[in-house]
């Protein structure tokens, strides 16, 4: 579903914020992604997003080339992909529920149709009772909800998420990992960025970049991946 091959990136002048990374990533597949700062881990997702090009190598999302990818069919690729990125930028003004509205009213959809899948989504991630709150007045953890919510929306193939659990305390991050792993369950391919131990101490498969290199781990060298 996602394949990287033998991708480097580097930005202008700078070192290589990747460099040779070849990895795949199963269709409903959970995948974290670690490694210190400045390791090339948010550089990797936005590559699957096409905010990113590649300078070498090339990035296959469901076959298709993302490198080679016109301008006209980035949109198309963003509608099966569920982005979460730091920072949240919900909009202070509007309501929960117009927020994750958005992306449905973007792409067209009939406004009663927008309110009600948002409302579902919104459900999903267990803050029914916020949908007419502002952003601002929500927790941290609960910000972060309503970004899953936002991205899961559309109902995507992919969810791509930068460090979702950043600046939040353990319960906190326990509820947006549990609103995450359920849309895993119900068959959606994530890949998830994270600095955070207690979450990959339980991780199936985790993909390690140290300065833009994969560490190998058993899926990166090709050997059967735990179930
Ligand atoms: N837009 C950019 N222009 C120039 N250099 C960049 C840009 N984005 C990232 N870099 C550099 O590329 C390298 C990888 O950055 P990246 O943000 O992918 O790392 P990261 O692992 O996500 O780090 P963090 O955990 O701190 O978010 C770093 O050296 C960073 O300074």
């Known amino acids: 579903m996602i394949?990287?091959?033998r991708v480097s990136k580097q930005y202008g002048r700078g070192g290589a914020a990747l460099s040779d990374v070849t990895l795949s990533i199963a269709k409903g597949e959970l995948a974290f992604l670690s490694g210190p700062s400045g390791a090339g881990k948010s550089t990797l997702l936005k590559m699957i997003a096409a905010i990113e090009r590649p300078t070498s190598g090339s990035v296959l999302v469901n076959g298709q080339d993302i490198g080679q990818l016109p301008a006209s069919g980035i949109p198309y690729l963003r509608r099966n992909l569920g982005l979460m990125f730091q920072p949240a930028n919900l909009l202070s003004d509007r309501t929960v529920l117009a927020n994750v509205m958005?992306?449905?009213?973007?792409?067209g959809a009939p406004r009663n149709e927008a309110e009600k899948r948002a409302r579902a989504a919104l459900d999903k991630v267990g803050l029914t009772d916020k949908a007419l709150s502002e952003p601002l007045a929500l927790s941290g953890g609960e910000q972060q909800r309503v970004a899953i919510a936002r991205a899961i929306v559309n109902r995507p193939q992919i969810i791509l998420a930068d460090e979702p659990t950043a600046n939040l305390d353990r319960a906190s991050a326990g509820k947006v990992m549990d609103a995450l792993m359920a849309f895993h369950v119900a068959g959606v391919t994530c890949l998830i960025a994270t600095h955070d131990e207690a979450i990959?101490?339980?991780?199936?498969r985790i993909i390690r970049l140290q300065a833009g290199r994969l560490i190998d781990t058993p899926a990166a060298v090709g050997e059967t991946l735990p179930s």
């Open 3 to 5: 394949e990287f091959n």
């Open 102 to 107: 958005l992306p449905l009213l973007i792409t």
């Open 200 to 204: 990959l101490r339980g991780a199936d």
